[in-house]
């Protein structure tokens, strides 16, 4: 999978770019606010329709603008194809692909991309939300069916949420929820079980990565933890939720939330047995997550038959020496990979990818 060509009209700092590619690493250098990351973030646009920086789409389009585009072509298992999307600041987008309209949810899994930015350190030491995310983005590309679930759950966890409010209002009967909570449990089975079944593959990938980065001295596991903190998944999954549901019921219609699902579920990772986010070194922890990256890549791969593409956001400086030639290295004429930096000395070989200079919304290779 590769990305040929990338043209924006209005897209944040861009009035108009038209910019080809090349198949394996693309450099872009330039200083702070001249608009590196607004490429990698049009490209990221394009793999998961939103961006990874905000959620009011508004921002994307160009200052005193009213509408912006971003197109996408690349190759996916030796086919062309293109992606368009028409961003507007008042009225819905619309995402074309090879020029027919589609919905978000048929759009996931079309152009597959890794992102890799410094916030990623968030992913051990920050909130279980992030963790979620994550699991979900990279399943959902793999595959699009869980994405279609995970929306579906939203739905009948929202639906729930304000039946619970209106029966704390007393506005309905509780015996409503028996037929949400059915429902709900049933949605929460397959998102668990997928989630389940990635996690073993991507931890054992992640594993042989992080044994890779640290000469052996070093294994990473990766537990999966439901929302009471256990790590053993029943086996009777649908009848867990279903009592902890009821179980749970008179809490939950008090706070007006669902205090149980994949929607309160989070990812541990661990390195020799112990807590990454309590008990891993700074150095631990960037080796951790630099590991979960590859393994996303090998991830992918395998379930999709090639690589994704690789975003890297400013991480080379917050990486040492080795960690940077151990990345390049594994990605060299293996991935084709946009990396941005304000410094070129970064990257002391310069034979190792192509490079371009950004300043003030023009590129220049």
């Not at 973030?41 to 920086?53: K, T």
């Not at 690789?310 to 990486?319: C, F, N, P, T």
């Not at 930096?341 to 371009?356: E, R, S, V």
Request: net charge positive; glycine share 4%.
């Amino acid at each position: 999978m590769r990305i040929n060509k990338l043209v924006l009209r209005n897209f944040r700092n861009y009035s108009e770019l038209s910019i080809g590619f090349k198949d394996n690493i693309n450099i872009l250098i330039g200083n702070n606010a001249q608009g590196k990351t607004n490429i990698l973030e049009a490209m990221y646009l394009g793999a998961i329709g939103r961006s990874h920086r905000t959620s009011v789409e508004s921002d994307l389009v160009r200052w005193s603008e009213t509408m912006s585009a971003v197109e996408i072509s690349f190759i996916r298992q030796d086919i062309d194809n293109k992606l368009l999307f028409k961003l507007k600041t008042d009225t819905a987008r619309e995402i074309y692909f090879n020029e027919y309209p589609i919905k978000l949810k048929e759009l996931v899994g079309s152009l597959n991309i890794v992102l890799f930015s410094p916030e990623d350190l968030w992913l051990i030491k920050g909130v279980p939300a992030l963790r979620r995310r994550f699991l979900d983005v990279e399943i959902s590309q793999a595959v699009p069916t869980y994405y279609r679930y995970l929306m579906q759950y939203s739905r009948i966890l929202s639906q729930r949420n304000n039946l619970l409010k209106k029966i704390r209002e007393r506005k309905e009967s509780a015996s409503l929820l028996d037929s949400w909570d059915d429902q709900l449990a049933k949605a929460a089975v397959y998102i668990v079980n997928k989630r389940l079944e990635s996690i073993k593959k991507l931890g054992m990938l992640a594993n042989l990565m992080q044994r890779k980065l640290t000469a052996s001295k070093e294994n990473l596991t990766i537990v999966y933890k439901q929302a009471n903190g256990e790590e053993c998944i029943p086996k009777d999954l649908y009848g867990w939720y279903l009592k902890k549901l009821v179980t749970l019921k008179n809490d939950d219609i008090m706070r007006g939330t669902t205090s149980v699902g994949p929607h309160r579920d989070d990812i541990i990772l661990k390195v020799n047995d112990k807590d990454l986010r309590s008990f891993g070194s700074q150095g631990q922890q960037r080796t951790g997550i630099l590991a979960l990256k590859l393994a996303e890549l090998e991830f992918l791969k395998s379930e999709t038959g090639e690589y994704p593409i690789l975003l890297m956001d400013d991480v080379m400086s917050e990486l040492d020496i080795k960690r940077r030639q151990q990345l390049l290295l594994f990605i060299h004429n293996r991935i084709q990979t946009f990396i941005t930096a304000t410094d070129d000395a970064l990257f002391p070989d310069k034979k190792i990818g192509h490079y371009y200079r950004i300043s003030a919304g023009t590129i220049v290779e």
